[in-house]
Structure formats: structure tokens, C-alpha cells
Nanobody, 123 residues
Framework: VELVESGGGSVQAGGSLRLSCKVS??????MAWFRQSPGEERKGVAM?????KYTDSVRGRFTISKDSGEGILYLQMNNLKPEDTGTYTC??????????????????????WGQGIEVTVSS
């Protein structure tokens, strides 16, 4: 499985960005977005199978979705804050179902990773 992200960039606080992740070949695997902020470990922010799950810091501001026909995973990020700055990476499990919300904190549960894309939010 190959994952290729696009859509990162720089934005001022309060702005919006949409990240995309092309999945090849197209599949129904559990997928997620992770973020690694400067000086911090990589952490999950959202994942999707038949439902969506979010980490507390982005719930209500970020929306994860998937175009199953095109095989593209999205992360719509609204009301961005400087603390959202980091490298965003899409990832996929080897299973259709993600599991409980605790899986967002388990990077080793995800077998496939993109190359990452930079998001910078200025105050």
C-alpha cells in the first residue's frame, strides 16, 4: 500500500487547510492522520473506518473523511492554531476496522505510512 500526501502549507491562526492522501491500491483499510509537532512524539489526530474518531485537541475543528471511490483520505482543518504546526502523515492499518479510540495513540498498530507533509500555523 502506497500513501502520498498533499495539501500542506502555511496559514495564519484561524485559517483552514485541507490535506489529502492518495491510497494505492484503493482499499477499505482503517486509515488515520498523525501529527508530529516540533520537539514532540508523533501522535494520532483522527482515524476512520465506518466511524470517525478524533483526539481531544482537534475535535470540532478537524474532519477526517474518505472518498472510497477515488481512494483519497482527507483531513479538513479549520480554526487552525499555532499548536497545530507539525508534520502530518497519513497511515493505514492492515485491517478494515480501526478498533477503539486508544488505537490513535498506538503508532505501531499502523503498517503503512506516507512521507509526511508540513503544516505551519502562524499567530
Amino acid at each position: 500500500v502506497e500513501l502520498v500526501e498533499s495539501g500542506g502549507g502555511s496559514v495564519q491562526a484561524g485559517g483552514s487547510l485541507r490535506l489529502s492522501c492518495k491510497v494505492s491500491p484503493n482499499s477499505r483499510l482503517c486509515m488515520a492522520w498523525f501529527r508530529q509537532s516540533p520537539g514532540e512524539e508523533r501522535k494520532g489526530v483522527a482515524m476512520i473506518d465506518t466511524t470517525e474518531k478524533y483526539t481531544d485537541s482537534v475535535r470540532g475543528r478537524f474532519t477526517i473523511s474518505k472518498d472510497s471511490g477515488e481512494g483519497i483520505l482527507y483531513l479538513q482543518m479549520n480554526n487552525l492554531k499555532p499548536e497545530d504546526t507539525g508534520t502530518y502523515t497519513c497511515a493505514a492499518r492492515e485491517y478494515i476496522y480501526c478498533g477503539g479510540p486508544e488505537v490513535l495513540s498506538l503508532t505501531n498498530y499502523f503498517a503503512y505510512w506516507g512521507q509526511g507533509i508540513e503544516v505551519t500555523v502562524s499567530s
